[in-house]
């Protein structure tokens, strides 16, 4: 048995957080000792690293109630194991989703740069109006030109 300090030290929460999820009704102690703490056992330290596991891949806690609410109220475990199932799968094609927005703009900033890197030419005594890179590549990557349009760097603005 572990007391709220410990398994807090097991998860790397607060005390105060563990309470919070455990008035929720995400865990709950499995008694208190004589003292009147809360004593939790295995299971709860099991259940308590798949909630951190769910929130850390971007549910908020009303979430992860949700779904345990949904699965409390299953009539049987394999209704419940279709609930978990379910939310895997639009979980998985989030996780794809947001895979393919990030190695996209990966993609984008090692362009910009690489561009940064070989515009090295510029005169560093007269930073404004600097031509070369544009006329060596006559644009800008995406992720360069946002920043300097409009900018005295590129003459174009005052």
């Known amino acids: 048995m572990m007391t709220i300090g410990q398994l807090a030290k097991a998860v790397?929460?607060?005390?105060?957080?563990?309470?919070?999820?455990e008035e929720k009704g995400l865990i709950s102690p499995d008694g208190r000792s004589e003292g009147g703490f809360r004593q939790y056992?295995?299971?709860?330290l099991l259940r308590l690293r798949w909630i951190l596991r769910l929130v850390n891949s971007g549910l908020n806690?009303?979430?992860?109630?949700?779904?345990?609410?949904?699965?409390?109220?299953?009539?049987?475990?394999?209704?419940?194991?279709?609930?978990?199932?379910?939310?895997f799968q639009q979980?998985?094609?989030?996780l794809d989703e947001q895979i393919k927005q990030?190695?996209?703009?990966?993609?984008?900033?090692?362009?910009?740069?690489?561009?940064l890197k070989m515009c090295d030419t510029?005169?560093?005594?007269?930073?404004?109006?600097?031509?070369?890179?544009?006329?060596?590549?006559h644009a800008?990557?995406?992720m360069i030109a946002g920043a300097l349009v409009q900018s005295p760097v590129t003459g174009g603005a005052k």
């Open 12 to 21: 790397g929460k607060s005390p105060r957080a563990l309470r919070l999820y």
């Open 122 to 137: 510029c005169e560093k005594t007269r930073p404004h109006n600097c031509n070369i890179c544009v006329s060596k590549t």
């Open 61 to 87: 806690l009303g979430e992860v109630q949700s779904i345990l609410q949904r699965v409390a109220a299953a009539e049987n475990g394999r209704e419940a194991l279709d609930i978990l199932q379910d939310h």
């Open 91 to 94: 979980k998985i094609q989030s």
């Open 102 to 115: 990030l190695s996209t703009l990966k993609n984008a900033l090692e362009s910009g740069l690489n561009h």
């Open 140 to 142: 800008f990557p995406e």
């Open 41 to 44: 056992g295995p299971d709860a």
